[in-house]
């Protein structure tokens, strides 16, 4: 049978197999969507996707603010897991203290900037302009015309020229320096001159045409821009043009990444059980979009004391670790976060995919969030803890919330969050294929992420998106 809410040319691969048998049960009258129950626990597996990999066979223990404790029973697990929404609140407020307290603002040069938050306003150094300016290629004109033309003209960068007297004009370039007593700027495609070499004017003047005064835009001691304003590529101009070599401001929060796993290959195509590693390439760029300075990606396969070293010893921010988040032999975060004494901030999140993604405080400060190692669920953690996480570190605004209607309906979970990638289409969202935990096809392709929520989105109803970064910025500007 076709589970609830999906379509019938669906790729099987879409769906985890607990999914599937959790819709199957919805649709036989075993659970509503309403209800906190366990998730069936098998799980294909297979080359693509060997079950080391597929930790979103399994999820964590509580979700409240807690030293970490041993794995408790999958039915337990799933029942305290934290809903969607409230996790990324959670992450969010998480690192206000951290912000505060830990973070002092450094001074940054201009082509350093780009990305940061301020942390001082922008006050105007100078006047903008900072003296009379040209606006137009033309004539600087004094009293009624016609009038008798300097053989010099006036360029740009140049020291302030002569005055003028009534009856005189004289070339001026484009952001030229205006002459003392010039009554206007004529543009050359408003003047010509008679064969006695008089400039005549082909349209009325007016006083101050085309000038530039001192301060039209700001007077020195303005205050340009607050706190907290994103710095973009205008803002840098801005600050350039205000007087500005270097801006104060909330520095890029430090992330290190650990990739766990000894079943990952770094170059060439999968053989023996062993498959690519796609998360090492793909969450450094991705963190750098969300403001962060990606100091070390570091490999330690499957090595617990490895793991240990590497959370004692790190001088980060964020620890981001890969995999290992579940319950299984070899999934070391668990057992080592409560080794060092570490608070559990969210201990799974009641999303698909990607539910034993994990936030933990190290130490003061100092935070760890827990990927799952499919590379989509490893994404979906991404969205959930790591942005709101990163967001409040770095002291950048928050993205406006807004919805689409989705062009197809979007089959929900019974009682779960999922994201799935869309493309923009216009008016509307279109949900793509391949989003299954370990299938990064479809959220190549995309331009947002849309959240659906238990029950699943009609064709036509309205979804809350989430972009991508380079949807918005595009990749110079967004990774760079």
Known sequence: ???????????????????????????????TPGDHV???????????????????????????????????????RHHKATPWPEAREIAARAAV????????????????ALGLALAAPLTALTDLPSFDTSAMDGWAIAGPGPWAVREEG??????????????????????????PDTTAVLRSEHGRTDPKGRLHATREVQQGQDIRPRGQECRSGDHLLAVGTLVTPA????????????????????????VLGDELLTKGLPHDGLIRDALGPMLPPWLRALGAEVTAVRRLGDDAKALHKALTTSRADLVVTTGGTAAGPVDHVH?????????????????????????????????????????????????????PLLRTLAARPAPEP??????????GHPYDTRLIPVVLRGDHAAPLHYHGPAMLRGMAAADAVAV???????AGQEAELLDLPWALAGIEVCFT
Not at 47 to 54: K, N, V
Not at 97 to 112: E, N, T
Not at 403 to 409: F, G, H, I, V
Request: aromatic share 2%.
């Open 1 to 31: 049978m076709t589970p609830r809410g999906t379509r019938a040319d669906e790729d099987a691969e879409d769906l985890d197999v607990e999914e599937v048998l959790a819709l199957v049960n919805a649709d036989n009258g075993h659970h």
């Open 235 to 258: 803002v840098l101009g801005l600050a350039a043009a205000a007087g500005y070599d270097t801006l104060t401001a909330v520095p890029r929060p430090r992330v290190e990444v650990l």
């Open 154 to 179: 006036v360029l740009a960068g140049h020291a302030e020229p002569e005055p003028l007297t009534d009856g005189e004009a004289v070339r001026i370039a484009t952001g030229a320096r205006i002459p």
């Open 452 to 458: 659906v929520p238990p029950g699943g989105i009609r």
């Open 38 to 76: 366990p998730a069936p626990t098998p799980h294909a597996t297979g080359p693509d996707q060997p079950d080391r990999q597929a930790s979103d066979r399994h999820t964590s223990d509580r979700h409240q603010p807690d030293r970490a404790k041993p794995d408790q029973p999958t039915s337990d």
């Open 402 to 411: 807004y919805t689409l209607p989705l062009s197809d309906a979007a089959h």
């Open 335 to 387: 057992p080592t976060l409560r080794r060092i004494g570490a608070e559990l901030l969210v201990d799974s999140v009641k999303v698909r995919p990607g539910h034993p993604m994990l936030l933990a405080r190290i130490k003061e400060h100092q935070y760890l969030v827990g990927l799952p190692g499919n590379p989509l669920s490893a994404v979906s953690g991404l969205l959930t803890l790591a942005e």
């Open 97 to 112: 203290a951290a912000r505060a307290v830990g973070r002092a603002p450094v001074s940054v040069p201009l082509d350093a």
